[in-house]
């Protein structure tokens, strides 16, 4: 089956509301009417709290999906900082982004939590991407896919039946692959995402893991994108730094207009 290519942008922390809005202007100017893309490829930007509103308004009609990049699991309460899923479908958000590495390291993000956050976002009707991968000592102690494994299922642990129904995106992305310019080739990309699409063949059977998108992230950019993309598990991107400028994010778009 064909599956719609999904490219995400993860904007993490940065952009002002004004750099977001120039940001908009130029990726429209570039690729034309963002209908016209958003029918054949998913378009996504996780972005800053801070954003949410101008990037939903710089969007609006288009179907670009605007994602949180984190988000909590409680419904409301003595939470300082946080946000809940409610807050995000009423910021007009698509979904978030969670279990992201830098999460994970920097602000202990476990695979518990990521399966509850997995299981709010889906019981309110929005979608999670859900970001597994591994560091570098991992895969070259041959761990990747235990590592990748366990991530995947303790999180799918913490998921309802309920919320096991509603569609769900993964990203593979490799630690040692973020920020560094150091890309998986697509073959080993593609040999994970095969395993990944395994296992939600396990857990969701065979019609849910033939339509569910498997992204991958790391260092992905305008100049490999394409080959990457063009592998039958890679169903689009988590992008980062290549993400920030309308120039290179709309060639990735356009890569992935003309993938098969
Ligand atoms: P990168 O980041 O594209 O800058 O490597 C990807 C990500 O962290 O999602």
Known sequence: MTRKKFLAGNWK????????????????????????????????????????????????????????????????????GELSTGMLADAGLAGSIIGH???????????EAVGKKWNAL????????????????????????DVVTKQFEASFAHVSVEARANEFIVAYEPVWAIGTGLTATPEQAEDVHKMIRGLIDKHFGKERAESTRVLYGGSMNALNCAELLQKPNIDGGLI??????????SKMVQAALVAK
């Open 13 to 80: 922390m940065q952009k002002t509301r004004a750099e977001a809005s120039e940001f908009f202007q130029l990726f429209t100017k570039i690729l034309g009417d963002l209908k016209n893309v958003t029918r054949v490829v998913d378009v996504a930007f996780g972005v800053p709290a801070t954003l949410f509103d101008a990037c939903s308004t710089n969007t609006a009609g288009s179907g670009v999906k605007i994602l949180a990049q984190n988000v909590h699991f409680e419904k409301q309460g003595a939470f300082t």
């Open 101 to 111: 590495s830098e999460r994970r390291q920097y602000f202990a993000e476990n695979d």
């Open 122 to 145: 889906a019981l309110r009707g929005l979608l999670p991407v859900v970001c597994v991968g591994e560091t570098k000592a991992e895969r070259e102690q041959g761990k990747t896919n």
């Open 240 to 249: 980062g730094g290549a993400s920030l400028k309308p120039e290179d994010f």
